[in-house]
């Protein structure tokens, strides 16, 4: 599973939704959807967008979470 830890992020830094989308130069419907972890898919364009705008790399937005094993 990926994790998506854009809302961490921005709450740490005290970012809302709306000064990352201006910010990165992204559509507030978008940062809206990463941040409620709502997106299926990750456009690449607007990853590089909020990576820039926020100093951190790919990684730190997002985590791969190894599934747990079913019984």
Same mark, same amino acid.
């Given at each position: 599973m =990926? $994790?998506?830890r854009l809302s961490e =992020?921005? *709450?740490r830094r005290r970012i809302?939704? %709306?000064q990352l989308a201006e910010g990165a130069g992204i559509s507030? *419907?978008?940062a809206h959807k990463l941040y409620h972890d709502r997106v $299926? %898919?990750?456009?690449?364009k607007v990853l590089d967008? =909020?990576? %820039?705008y926020l100093g951190v790399d790919v990684g730190d937005l997002l985590r791969h979470v190894p599934d $747990?094993?079913?019984s």
């Open positions: =990926i $994790e998506n =992020i921005l *709450g809302k939704v %709306s507030r *419907g978008a $299926e %898919s990750f456009d690449r967008r =909020i990576c %820039s $747990e094993p079913s």
